[in-house]
C-alpha cells in the first residue's frame, strides 16, 4: 500500500465528520472541489481522497493545499467506487460520514446546517442537502429533483430515490452496518444501498440549496441504459426476496417507461431524461458568488 499524507499532525483528536472522496483521473474540477471543503463554517472533519487508479495528475494540482484534516491514500489498483467508499468506512475516525464527489462543491454552511439536523433529530441516520446542478463550465442549469422527509424520499422505490449520493451525511455507524455491495453495481450504488436499508432508517433532505451538482451536458447513452438495468436488476432481487411482488412489476413498468423516454431523446426530441426545476435567480447569484470566493481564494495560494 502507497501511501500520501499531506501535513498529518500526530495525536491529533479524532474528527467529528470523515468525509469520504474517492477520485479517478478527477481533472481540473478536483481542486475545486477541495477548495469548497476547505471553505466550510464547520471546520471538525478530516478528509479522506482514496486514489482510485488515477493516471493523470489532479492530485499533483492539489499538492499545495497543505491542511493537517487532507489525507490522500493510493494503492495504485482500480477497484471501484462501493470499494473505496467501504475503505473510507473503515478507515474513517469520525462519528459521521459525509460523501463528496470529485468534481462537486459544498457551499460553507453545508456541513454545519447538516449537523444541525442530526443533533435536532437523534431518529435521522442521513441528512443530504438540496442542489444545483451546474455544467461543465460551472455555469447554473437547474435544481436537483427534491423530496425533504424520509416519507416522501422513499415513496416511490420502484422508481428509486431522489436521494443525492454526493451530498450525504450521516452517522457511521449506519454506514458500517449496511456498507457497500460488492462488486457495486454499476453506478447504482447508491441506490442499491437505500433499497436494503430504506425500511429500517430514516433519511431527510435539508430545504436549503448548498451543494452544486455537477451534471454533464454529453449523454452516455451506453453508460445510461446499464446504469438503468443494475438499477432494475437490483429492485427485483430485493422486492423478489421480500416477498413484495407488486413492487416488480411496478419496477418493470417503471423501466420500460424510461427506456422509452430515453429512446424519444435520443431520437425524436421527446421529453429529456433528466428535467432540471427552474433556478431562482438568488440561487443563481449566491452560486456566483461562492464560485468567484473560490476563484479568489484559488489565486492567491
Not at 81 to 95: P, W
Not at 140 to 159: E, K, M, V
Not at 196 to 207: E, I, M, N, Q, V
Not at 254 to 263: H, L, M, W
Request: aromatic residues 10%; proline residues 4%; contains cysteine.
Amino acid at each position: 500500500m502507497v501511501e500520501l499524507v499531506l501535513s498529518q499532525n500526530k495525536g491529533e483528536l479524532p474528527p467529528l465528520v470523515t468525509v469520504a472522496m474517492p477520485v479517478y483521473n478527477a481533472g481540473k474540477d478536483l481542486r475545486l472541489a477541495v477548495r469548497s471543503l476547505l471553505r466550510q463554517t464547520f471546520t471538525n472533519w478530516e478528509l479522506l481522497i482514496i486514489d482510485d487508479g488515477s493516471t493523470d495528475n489532479a492530485l499533483a494540482d492539489i499538492a499545495e493545499l497543505s491542511d493537517s484534516r487532507i489525507k490522500i491514500r493510493r494503492d495504485g489498483d482500480n477497484k471501484g467506487l462501493a470499494a473505496r467508499l467501504n475503505e473510507a468506512i473503515d478507515l474513517a475516525r469520525g462519528k459521521y460520514l459525509a460523501r463528496m464527489d470529485q468534481d462537486d462543491v459544498a457551499y460553507p454552511e453545508r456541513f454545519a446546517r447538516q449537523l444541525a439536523a442530526l443533533s435536532k433529530d437523534s431518529d435521522l441516520d442521513v441528512v443530504a442537502v438540496r442542489a444545483i446542478t451546474i455544467d461543465e463550465n460551472n455555469v447554473a442549469t437547474g435544481l436537483f429533483p427534491f423530496a425533504p422527509s424520509h416519507a416522501q424520499i422513499c415513496a416511490r422505490p420502484w422508481q428509486g430515490f431522489y436521494f443525492p449520493h454526493p451530498t450525504w451525511l450521516g452517522k457511521i455507524e449506519w454506514f458500517r452496518r449496511y456498507r457497500y455491495t460488492l462488486p457495486g453495481p454499476y453506478f447504482s450504488e447508491d441506490q442499491e444501498l437505500l433499497l436494503r436499508s430504506y425500511r429500517d432508517s430514516k433519511f431527510a433532505t435539508l430545504d436549503e440549496i448548498l451543494f452544486a451538482y455537477r451534471v454533464r451536458g454529453k449523454v452516455d447513452q451506453l453508460k445510461l441504459a446499464k446504469t438503468r438495468r443494475a438499477v432494475l436488476d437490483a429492485q427485483l432481487r430485493h422486492f423478489s426476496k421480500s416477498n413484495m411482488y407488486h413492487y416488480v412489476l411496478l419496477a418493470i413498468v417503471s423501466f420500460a417507461v424510461r427506456k422509452s423516454s430515453d429512446f424519444l431523446t435520443r431520437f425524436g426530441g421527446g421529453v429529456c431524461r433528466y428535467r432540471p426545476g427552474i433556478v431562482e435567480d438568488s440561487m443563481v447569484f449566491k452560486w456566483d458568488q461562492i464560485l468567484a470566493g473560490l476563484a479568489t481564494e484559488s489565486k492567491v495560494l
